[in-house]
């Protein structure tokens, strides 16, 4: 069993920067690939980011890719989501989920691999 607890989100002015962070318990924290997901009101959960439980492979939705950075400290059971040059259409309420990875540069990019998912932190980006 994994419990993640997002944190970090937040108002920014667009072209403004933010980071988000998301805390796993447990002790095997590196087994698991970790994603981050968004959804929008009205809209339906969409991937952003996903990295391998080693932090070695990353993987970007091609609507964030050069403005995002998905990174993990294993140490700290944490993987965070820097996020840059943010845009009126990344406001969202983000997601992190963690997966069973049985290779440790294995990561997913649906949301139906994962298992465990946090609350879900809100980020609001205005124009």
């Known amino acids: 069993q994994v419990q993640l607890v997002e944190s970090g989100g937040g108002l920014v002015q667009a072209g403004g920067s933010l980071s988000v962070s998301c805390a796993a318990s447990g002790r095997t924290f590196r087994n698991y690939a970790m994603g981050w997901f968004r959804q929008a009101p009205g809209k339906e959960r969409e991937f952003v980011a996903a990295?391998?439980?080693?932090?070695?492979?990353?993987y970007y939705a091609d609507s964030v890719k050069g403005r995002f950075t998905i990174s993990r400290d294993n140490a700290k059971n944490t993987v965070y989501l820097q996020m840059n040059s943010l845009k009126p259409e990344d406001t969202a309420v983000y997601y992190c989920?963690?997966?069973?990875?049985?290779?440790?540069?294995?990561?997913?990019?649906?949301?139906?691999?994962?298992?465990?998912w946090g609350q879900g932190t809100q980020v609001t980006v205005s124009s």
């Open positions: 989920a963690a997966a069973v990875a049985y290779y440790s540069t294995r990561y997913y990019s649906e949301s139906y691999e994962y298992s465990y």
């Open positions: 990295i391998s439980g080693s932090g070695g492979n990353t």
